[in-house]
């Protein structure tokens, strides 16, 4: 299994309040991503990491933060929680080159904003 | 931005059955991508087919790219209680490093 874990698997949160998740590897691989899960929707990209310090957003981006400082290292911040932020969130990694971009998930972080 | 249809959403049949799930793109792709997911767990891996027209098997599941790489299928023969879980096929597009995700299929097999 690729070593990608997430933290906190599980979090309660109150609506306004800002909230980070962090996701960490040890593959050293240059892409890292950012999807939350939603029944009915698959996975929604929110943003992406292509090196240290190089992000980029993804389609559902607004409302949310990121930071990669070191390779290792992923950071989610929602800025002011809402519950339409209520999801699954899962970190994935892939080496993104060529044609093939198979990606490798995380366990996936529930949270719940109430 | 590109698109992945996904179908059927839900499926539902008896252990020994054979289903067929699709993914369906009005874009190209330069290679599609197959997942299963469990619950509580992230998606992993089943297959990546790159060229058009690419079939590729794992045990009782067959995966097909189409011709022009906007869309592929996931064959699954006799199908066992074993199976059941979220399929998810993904496509890699011209920006590099990304995935578009189909919506996904819950497969559920009873014995």
């Known amino acids: 299994d690729a070593g990608i874990t997430q933290s906190p698997r599980h979090k309660v949160t109150e609506t306004g309040t800002p909230v980070t998740l962090r996701c960490h590897q040890t593959e050293n691989h240059r892409y890292m991503y950012w999807y939350r899960q939603d029944p009915g929707h698959g996975l929604r990209l929110i943003h992406y990491s292509y090196g240290v310090k190089d992000t980029d957003k993804g389609e559902v981006s607004d409302g949310y933060s990121v930071s990669r400082s070191k390779t290792e290292d992923f950071l989610l911040t929602l800025e002011s929680a809402t519950s339409s932020q209520t999801s699954v969130y899962f970190c994935?990694?892939?080496?993104?080159?060529?044609?093939?971009?198979?990606?490798?998930f995380g366990q996936g972080t529930r949270l719940t904003v109430v | 931005t590109q698109l992945l249809e996904q179908s059927p959403q839900f499926l539902s049949i008896q252990e020994g059955e054979n289903l067929t799930v699709y993914c369906n793109s009005s874009s190209v792709f330069s290679s599609l991508q197959w997942y299963r997911q469990e619950p509580g767990e992230g998606p992993v891996l089943l297959v990546t087919?790159?060229?058009?027209?690419e079939v590729k098997k794992l045990k009782r599941l067959t995966f097909q790219f189409g011709d022009a790489r906007k869309d592929s299928s996931l064959h699954i023969t006799a199908a066992q209680p074993g199976d059941t879980g979220l399929y998810l096929c993904a496509g890699a597009g011209a920006s590099y490093g990304k995935l578009t995700f189909g919506q996904g299929t819950i497969l559920t097999v009873h014995p």
């Open positions: 087919v790159v060229t058009g027209g």
């Open positions: 994935a990694i892939s080496l993104g080159r060529g044609s093939n971009t198979e990606a490798f």
